[in-house]
């Protein structure tokens, strides 16, 4: 059928920008500001408060390095044209589904102190990256680039690339053609991917328990603090603010993911 | 003699607002005009694809669409033959089998393939029979669809643009057999083109369209007339 | 016996390796260590793709075709598993599976007994997670079938249930098809559900928690193979949903 006409947007789009604004806002009113306003009322707040600031510092610190490294693999598996691309994505893509435990062994194996590749690093930069935040950080950054990874590809790959020559055509360098033309052009798709990476990383289980050694105080994210309160009464507080996480990060997936269609 | 089809409707969509009234006796009616003038929504209201706003639509004298009286035939029961403008063949089926599934007055599967592959013949495609889809041209490609479209012994047959996707070479030589094929087995058509050479060539009748309205009608003037004559349309817009 | 599952009242089930006779697999040279766990896991993760594929892909289809409002809300709903940690989905198995409640009810009339720490608990927990998976796959493959295959069938005259089963879903199939074998990738690799719905019953053992006990109890060795081989079969998957083609489920 030749295209139908369609029927005008302009509010549908209105009101998905509000939408999906009011759910982002709400979203950092619950994770900052709500939370120091209610931390009278929340029972039990002073025990939630630890794992809970810490597990938005790891998963805050883990978005920016997963983000920006899987947009920019994105970038190049969806703009470059060398062969193997396609297993480079399903090696980038592995977290997805490998097991926790596994990605935790071969993280250990790579950056603990007392392995060759660990060491090297140990000496070179001076930081230790086992049982302490930076384990936590780099585990909850390896669950979430698989999405980053695949959503940024996949939205760069589908930008117009008549834009671009034109863009080009102005005299535009690549790297400017690259950020005020494709990126903006791809942010749904992207975005998309960095809700979704976000909800993995403050989900992160299986592989900080081994890297980061759930020490109290220093390494014990909400995934991990909510096993040892299972028979404590401030599980129910922790359960609700992870939920509600959850609950919003989808609804911000499935939002960006319609507005794309 | 009952008209083939009477349709006066009208649709809103969007900005777009389609309000067009005709009456096809028989032969090849051809809506031509430029793109976004409203023809395909029109044969997808035809074909009960999708419901107008208001109006009705008599197809053989049974009225298939009543919106005053919410009267609706689904598209099934139409008994409407389409023509699509990339064919739209199911590629996991092989030529004959895209032919048999329209075959619907026949049971039994060797009767249906049978029924199929006289149609193939008709269009010339009849080698085609096994083949896949995706390892056909355009034009073969064109020639299944319009076997597909009339296997089902339609009272009415809806081509969208059926060769706007195709070469200029194989356009004039698929024009030859689709007036032909049609003409031949006596179904009433209707076709969809912006191409105004198509047009003439094909149409019996050609009405003009543009910004959903009707501008006008006019019978083809044809040395020989190889099929049924065509009387004059009624081509009023809705009062 | 490794791979059989005795659960706290008593359930007595073997797993799949109760049908490969010990002494072959010996012969193959894979030690008990590795066969145990890698049969409780295959076995465990096919009966979950079993129920996953065929509910998840009819709940798929109908969130993709369907015109009733909410389908957005049941898709999120349907998702939750994704988002949340795989501790929270544990723990919210455990007390509905095993404390008071309805579902514990209904359990005890279908099983016997409740499912925590037991194979079938196992497979529920693995349901759970990879459904997700499953369904947004499916949905987002049905819904992407270019309509017009559909309209044209309809003008053939077929009926709704033909045109589903002879146009959608085969149109559609190489995204249902990935849907399923992400799911099964996903059962197989799933970790936190599946160890506090089974606890630590040493016997209960999926291939994952194997590697995290042969990490901190057990010899590098161990841990060294355990982990080849997830890595191996998480590749192996992975590359065949890929080799199925580009789906977009989110």
């Known amino acids: 059928m030749e295209r139908e006409p369609k029927a005008a947007p302009a509010l549908d789009k209105r009101k998905r920008a509000v939408v999906i604004s009011v759910v982002v806002l709400v979203g950092f009113g619950l994770g900052f500001g709500a939370a120091h306003l209610l931390a009278r009322y929340i029972a039990y707040w002073d025990i ?59 993280l250990l194996e790579v950056l603990s102190p007392g392995t060759q ?78 809700t979704i990476g976000c909800a993995r990383a403050l989900g992160e289980y299986g592989a900080t328990l081994m890297i980061g050694g759930d020490i109290n105080g220093r390494t014990r994210t909400m995934s991990l603090a909510i096993l040892d309160s299972f028979t404590t009464p401030e599980r129910d507080t922790m359960l609700l603010i992870l939920v509600l996480m959850a609950i919003i990060a989808m609804t911000g997936v499935g939002l960006l993911g319609r507005s794309r269609s | 003699m009952t008209a083939a089809l009477e349709l006066a409707v009208a649709r809103q969509i969007g900005e777009f607002n389609l309000d067009v009234a ?98 193939l013949e008709r269009v010339g495609a009849e080698g085609l029979a096994d083949r896949r889809p995706g390892s056909l041209s355009g034009g073969q490609r064109q020639r299944v669809a319009l076997a597909r479209g009339l296997a089902g012994d339609p009272a009415l047959i809806l081509l969208d643009e059926p060769l706007s996707a195709l070469d200029a070479e194989v356009r004039r030589e698929l024009r030859e057999l689709i007036r032909g094929v049609i003409i ?27 910004h959903g309205r009707v501008t006008g009608a006019r019978v083809v003037d044809r040395p020989v007339c190889p099929g049924p004559a065509s009387g004059a349309p009624e081509s009023t817009g809705r009062a | 016996m490794p791979g059989t599952c005795v659960g706290g009242t008593g359930e007595h089930r073997t797993s799949v390796n109760g049908l490969v006779p010990h002494s072959w697999l010996n012969a193959l040279g894979i030690p008990p260590w590795v066969w145990g766990p890698l049969s409780v896991s295959l076995h465990a993760a096919l009966e979950a793709t079993l129920v996953v594929a065929v509910v998840g892909c009819a709940l798929g289809f109908l969130l993709a075709k369907g015109c009733f409002p909410g389908r957005g809300a049941i898709e999120t709903v349907f998702s939750l ?120 019953v040493p016997i209960a053992t999926t291939m994952p928690i194997a590697l995290y006990n042969a990490v901190f109890f057990g010899s590098h060795e161990q841990a060294m193979v355990l982990a080849l081989v997830q890595l191996a079969v998480a590749f192996g998957i992975l590359f065949g949903v890929s080799r199925l083609g580009k789906v977009k489920p989110w």
């Not at chain 1, 863009?167 to 798709?189: D, E, F, I, S």
């Not at chain 2, 969809?192 to 009405?207: P, Q």
């Open chain 3, 81 to 200: 598993p994704m988002a949340l940690p795989p501790t929270v989905v544990g723990w919210y198995l455990l007390t509905q599976l095993g404390g008071p409640g309805p579902i514990r009810s209904a359990e005890v009339r279908l099983f016997g007994h409740p499912l925590t720490f037991t194979f079938t608990g196992i497979v529920v927990a693995q349901i759970v997670e990879s459904f997700p998976y499953c369904l947004r796959f499916s949905r987002a493959a049905i819904s992407g079938v270019d309509p017009r295959f559909e309209q044209a069938a309809r003008a053939m005259g077929l009926p709704q249930w033909r045109i589903a089963l002879l146009v959608t879903l085969p149109l559609a199939r190489r995204g249902v098809v990935a849907g399923v074998v992400m799911a099964f990738g996903r059962a197989l690799g799933d970790f936190g559900a599946t160890m506090i719905v089974a606890g630590s």
């Open chain 2, 22 to 119: 005709f009456t096809v006796e028989s032969g090849m009616s051809v809506l031509f005009g430029p793109s976004g003038a409203g023809k395909s929504l029109t044969l997808a209201l035809i074909a009960g694809l999708i419901r107008p706003d208001s109006g009705t639509i008599t197809i053989n004298g049974h009225v298939v669409t009543d919106c005053s009286r919410r009267t609706y035939v689904s598209t099934q029961k139409r008994r409407v033959g389409m023509v699509f403008q990339d064919g739209l063949l199911l590629p996991h089926r092989s030529v004959i089998d895209n032919v048999a599934l329209a075959v619907r007055q026949t049971r039994g599967r060797r009767a249906r393939r049978a029924v199929a592959r006289s149609w």
């Open chain 1, 48 to 106: 939630v408060s630890g794992p809970f600031f810490l597990s938005l510092r790891v998963a805050s610190a883990a978005i920016v390095i997963a983000g920006v490294t899987g947009v920019a693999s994105g970038y190049m598996l969806a703009k470059g044209h060398f062969p193997g691309r396609d297993v480079l994505e399903t090696v980038g893509s592995l977290p997805i589904i490998l097991p926790p435990t596994v990605i935790g062994y071969y």
């Open chain 2, 184 to 210: 031949s087995s006596s179904v009433p058509a209707v076709l969809v083109t912006h191409d105004a050479e198509e047009a003439e060539e094909l149409g019996d009748v050609i009405i003009g369209y543009n």
């Open chain 1, 117 to 194: 590749v660990g060491g090297f690093l140990t000496r070179v930069t001076g930081h230790v990256f086992v049982y302490n935040v930076w384990g936590c950080i780099i585990a909850a950054a390896v669950a979430a680039y698989p999405f980053c990874l695949r959503a940024a590809r996949s939205a760069i790959a589908g930008v117009d690339p008549a834009l671009e020559q034109a863009a080009r055509t102005m005299g535009l360098p690549n790297w400017r053609v690259a950020l005020q033309v494709t990126l903006p052009l791809a942010r749904r798709g992207t975005a998309a991917g960095l």
